[in-house]
């Protein structure tokens, strides 16, 4: 990928970020679920043809990680050092993440570029010294008002996202005049209706500034595990401040002008629920002050939920992704949370969901198509795909099948983020794919020796591994291993080149995959669960 990350026409990449993640334990599915969204998406626009800029990373100041690091008896660098390395970047290689840049709020990069954008609003009189006492949840690393608070057991106040008790911290801060840009945003909102997604999200962020936005601390002095603030070194800056400048600092900002300029600002941030103020308010206000675009979209996932509650370590409910895949595989993983779960809502882990989404979809529909088409041209032709020479009304509804579920399928996942809507489209397709074989008996057919029952077994057998070719190519973002199979064993490499060079919008091409090509019966794309568990 181009350092620049620009497009060939020199227009901007598409540029999509996920949530900084904290580094005070190792990452669950909630984490993976975003960060594999964002693949997706990203994998999907490079399949479009566009140039794409995918960024994540971890966010690695703060009195959570100092405290963590404190427990385990090391310094806070010490344990982000070790966690990241351990544990983030290798499960993200493991899911096939295919990230252009992995940014860590430790680094010089960022780390002086956020000093120098904090130093700017300063000096333009947008920050001011001040004080603060109210309840702070060192989890979500934030001020509560009382308003939000649980009542725990003996008169506690609870956070309501980690459920347990709040502190009452009075200290001395630094103040971000948030509250001048209640009515800017509320203009930028009316202006941009797309930009908070879903809308429900949107609903939620409008009645919050509607009710009066109050200045931001922008700085703490009570813990050192931060950047200092460059006018007052007793002071480090606020975690939330430092981690949202990573999409800014990350892409060149005060550093590269031309990559910033080419890249910046996100076509697309995905972010849990539980952050989206800090997203869609917070962060455009900064950058409103600072003069700097505005993002194109805010996109809040729901949450993952198992046994009715959020799905994380400190309500015990955190499920390490490895846990899946060894016995789904990491195909099926990437595939099943987005397919299974509406992006934007919550959604409800089930091991026997998965499973039998797994058995039903993948191992009977999809699997069983490659399989048996890949057999029968073997058996029949020797395994070189025959013409297609015999084509009526079957083969068209195919064919305007497969250009329906393209263009649904590039809409759905490319332009509204809504990826299950975008997989149940191709599935819908493999599922009339199926169709058509057992209405056409191909295995019947094959005992017609005449010219014209050969020619129409040929065709029979092209149409289906045609359908392959494109489901391959639609597929690839979602499944890049099980689709390099397939791309594989139609021999559609050497015919056709790499799959990464294959456009979605050219999916939909009838007759793409050359007479001749040599199809192979591989592995079997999805084994029974009950032979993994034998493996």
Known sequence: MAATGTNSNGASAYYVTTPIYYVNDRPHLGHAYTTVAGDVLTRWHRQRGEKVWYLTGTDEHGQKI???A????????EWCDKLVEEAWKPLWQHLDIANDDFIRTTQERHTHRVQEFVQDLYDKGEIYQGGYEGPYCVGCEEYKTPGELLDGEGGAKLCPIHKRPVEMLKEENY???LSEYGPKLLEFYEANPGFIQPESARNEVLQFVRQGLQDLSISRSTFDWGIPIPWDPKHVIYVWVDALLNYATAVGYGADPAKFDATFPADVHLVGKDILRFHAVIWPAMLMAQGLPLPKRVVANGWLMVGGEKMSKSNLT?????????????????????RAIQFGQDGSFSWEDFSARYTSELAND??????RVAAMVGKYFGGALPA??????AEQAVAEGLAKAVAEADRKIGEEIDFAGGIAAVFDFIKQVNGYLTEQEPWKVAKDDSPEGQARLATILYTAAESLRAIAVLLNPVMPGTAAKLWDSLGAEAALGAL?????????????????ATVTKGD?????LEEKKDA
């Open 66 to 68: 100092m405290r963590t």
């Open 500 to 516: 990464a060079e294959q456009r979605i919008g050219q999916a939909a091409d009838w007759g793409l995959l050359p007479a001749g």
């Open 524 to 528: 079997i794309l999805f084994p029974r």
């Open 388 to 393: 297609a020479t015999a084509a009526g009304a």
């Open 70 to 77: 404190d427990a385990n008896g090391v310094t806070p660098q």
């Open 366 to 371: 999809f699997g069983n198509l490659a399989s």
């Open 318 to 338: 955190g499920i390490a992704p490895q846990d899946l895949t060894s016995h789904f595989g990491v195909d099926a993983y990437r595939w099943y949370f987005l």
């Open 175 to 177: 103040f971000f005049k």
